[in-house]
């Protein structure tokens, strides 16, 4: 079984900056792509930044410049660095990979539990 564990999520004030991180447990030979998306209260859910296994990234134009983010394949582990925050960062924030393959054979979208990102004064 694959999991996804987001951790670094709190309360920072607008301007502030925050660093979350999401870890995936199991056997794993080969992570895919790997995302971080947000939900705000009564807004869709929406991709934040997409990093392939080659470190190929992009970002929602809302949140460009602003955060980064990046990948350890060895710790199977995405990165979130966000920067400049505000107000309207505030949401749950979930990582997400389309495709895993473990030694006991490949899955497809696996989601994290989320972590609260509150901005405010």
């Known amino acids: 079984q694959v999991q996804l564990v987001e951790s670094g999520g709190g309360l920072v004030q607008p301007g502030g900056s925050l660093s979350l991180s999401c870890a995936a447990s199991g056997s794993i030979l080969t992570i895919y792509t790997m995302e971080w998306y947000r939900q705000a209260p009564g807004k869709q859910r929406e991709l934040v930044a997409s990093?392939?296994?080659?470190?190929?990234?992009n970002y929602a134009d809302s949140v460009k410049g602003r955060f980064t983010i990046s990948r350890d394949n060895a710790k199977n582990t995405v990165y979130l660095q966000m920067n400049s925050l505000k107000p309207e960062d505030t949401a749950v924030y979930y990582c997400?990979?389309?495709?895993?393959?473990?030694?006991?054979?490949?899955?497809?979208?696996?989601w994290g539990q989320g972590t609260q990102v509150t901005v405010s004064s």
């Open positions: 990093i392939s296994r080659g470190g190929n990234t």
């Open positions: 997400h990979t389309d495709r895993v393959v473990t030694l006991s054979g490949s899955g497809v979208n696996y």
